[in-house]
């Protein structure tokens, strides 16, 4: 469970650091990434590269963005993390928050793995 630690922990700090390339470090070729907010999946992908260009997409957002860790759940193949996300827009968003608004969230990141390889990644808000 150490090593899922420090892979989870090494995303998120790359993550909180806009370094897209350090993120898919331990990511499998196949990954399949979800987001979802209120119930809602908003994000459905395969692959590293769709994962790539939706992490550079994503990154274009916001000025600034954290997320921090506050628990940790470890099952045989999942480790669920619990988040706290700070972020300042840099963009108008669809959704009518707009440019210079603060975002204080929290939800949880669900990782599923195959030995030191990241197959999923859920993050639900």
């Known amino acids: ?4 630690e420090k892979i989870i922990s090494d995303y998120i700090d790359a993550y909180n650091h806009f370094d897209i390339e350090r993120m898919l470090l331990h990511f499998d070729e196949d990954v399949k990434f979800e987001n979802s907010s209120g ?3 908003n994000i459905s ?16 957002m916001f000025s600034k ?15 669920e993390v619990e988040i706290v996300f700070q972020a300042v827009l840099d963009a108008d968003l669809p959704n009518g928050l707009m440019k210079g608004a603060e975002l204080n969230l929290k939800g949880k990141s669900v990782f599923r793995f195959s030995g030191d390889k990241i197959l999923e990644l859920k993050y639900i808000s």
């Open 45 to 60: 992908l395969i692959g590293l590269i769709a994962f790539k260009e939706q992490a550079v997409e994503a990154a274009k």
């Open 65 to 79: 963005r954290k997320q921090t860790i506050i628990s940790w759940r470890h099952d045989a193949e999942v480790t």
């Open 39 to 41: 119930g809602v999946v």
């Open 1 to 4: 469970m150490i090593a899922r």
